[in-house]
């Protein structure tokens, strides 16, 4: 069974304090890997495809990179409006969405 | 480009009664999907179709939950009749491809 572990499962943040959040994945063939992030009331908002390891991309303060067992999302000197939980998601080979946990973000000013 | 809709927002039945949601999603996707968000976990994957048809449902408790899409586009879940594990966040999601999916706010569903 596919599985999707994240971590960690809150984070607090200064405003400016860069961090990363971890996905680690178990798979039975890895068609894509997937980032969103969802705010309180709302539904998730897609961020990012990643397709093969060594696989990077990136919008504004946000960069996704995968290997072969894990995904970063690496946050670049957050600001308030980057609060949110980030959800990691694998797609395996019968295009079935397997959902982390979430990470919850907080960041103050 | 419009998102995907759904309705009603936020739902409070009691438990035995019955409940149904509704779905547009974006134009010209061929795939939708519901899944249920409990608090504080990732959303599960409860159905999918292909246009009108089904592509997987292994994980939609069929004893009392239901979901059609007509003509290939909009789509209704039903529960009948609730409990109160039903309790959750409905989502519909849609996608051009299956690759990546687009979602709607969601129904927030309070079984008493």
């Known amino acids: 069974e596919d599985q999707v572990t994240q971590s960690p499962e809150a984070l607090r943040l200064q405003e400016g304090e860069s961090s990363s959040l971890n996905c680690s994945y178990t798979?039975?063939?890895?068609?894509?890997l997937f980032w969103y992030r969802q705010d309180p009331g709302k539904g998730p908002e897609f961020l990012f495809t990643?397709?093969?390891a060594g696989e990077e991309k990136e919008k504004e303060r946000l960069k996704a990179t995968l290997t072969k067992k894990e995904s970063f999302l690496h946050i670049t000197a957050p600001k308030p409006e980057d609060s949110a939980t980030y959800l990691c998601a694998v797609q395996a080979n019968d295009y079935k969405l397997s959902f982390g946990a979430g990470t919850t973000v907080t960041v103050r000013a | 480009e419009a998102g995907v809709a759904q309705s009603p927002r936020y739902k409070i039945i009691e438990k035995r009664q019955s409940v149904a949601f509704w779905c547009n999603p974006i134009s010209g996707h061929a795939t939708l999907y519901w899944y249920q968000q409990i608090l504080g976990q990732g959303p599960k994957l409860l159905i999918q179709?292909?246009?009108?048809?089904?592509?997987?449902d292994s994980q939609l408790p069929k004893d009392r939950f239901s979901a059609e899409r007509l003509k290939g586009v909009d789509s209704t879940l039903k529960i009948q009749p609730a409990k109160l594990e039903d309790s959750a966040v409905y989502l519909c999601?849609?996608?051009?491809?299956?690759?990546?999916?687009?979602f709607g706010p969601g129904t927030r569903l309070t079984v008493t």
């Open positions: 798979v039975s063939g890895l068609r894509g």
């Open positions: 179709f292909q246009n009108n048809g089904v592509v997987d």
């Open positions: 999601a849609s996608s051009r491809d299956r690759g990546e999916q687009y």
């Open positions: 990643l397709y093969s």
